[in-house]
């Protein structure tokens, strides 16, 4: 089993940034991939960023390229998601995953782990 705690969420104006976490534990040497979703009210869940817990490979969906950035400290077992240049668009319930059983990950099905999620709230 892995564990998951997000968190970093909260209120910001539009061009703010913000830094959210994601603590793992447990059996997190079973992770391949670590990854950020979000949720906006009354839409799916979309894939946000992923990252190889090894080799540290990284993906970004289109709609946030340029302005996140996903990375990691294994040492912390801890991955982060930093969000610069907000839009009010943003705005959703971010969650972070964890992939131990294949090396597919932007889907939600790929995900075998998931934190409780933490609002980002942009105002514009």
């Known amino acids: 089993q892995v564990q998951l705690v997000e968190s970093g969420g909260g209120l910001v104006q539009a061009g703010g940034s913000l830094r959210l976490s994601c603590a793992a534990s447990?059996?997190?040497?079973?992770?391949?991939?670590m990854g950020w979703f979000r949720q906006a009210p009354g839409k799916e869940r979309e894939f946000v960023a992923a990252?190889?817990?090894?080799?540290?490979?990284?993906y970004d969906a289109d709609s946030v390229k340029g302005r996140f950035a996903i990375s990691r400290d294994n040492a912390k077992n801890t991955v982060y998601l930093q969000m610069n240049s907000l839009k009010p668009e943003d705005t959703a319930v971010y969650y972070c995953?964890?992939?131990?059983?294949?090396?597919?990950?932007?889907?939600?099905?790929?995900?075998?782990?998931w934190g409780q999620g933490t609002q980002v709230t942009v105002s514009s």
């Open positions: 990252i190889r817990w090894s080799g540290g490979n990284t």
């Open positions: 995953a964890a992939v131990t059983s294949s090396y597919r990950y932007t889907s939600q099905v790929d995900y075998d782990y």
């Open positions: 447990g059996r997190t040497f079973t992770i391949y991939t």
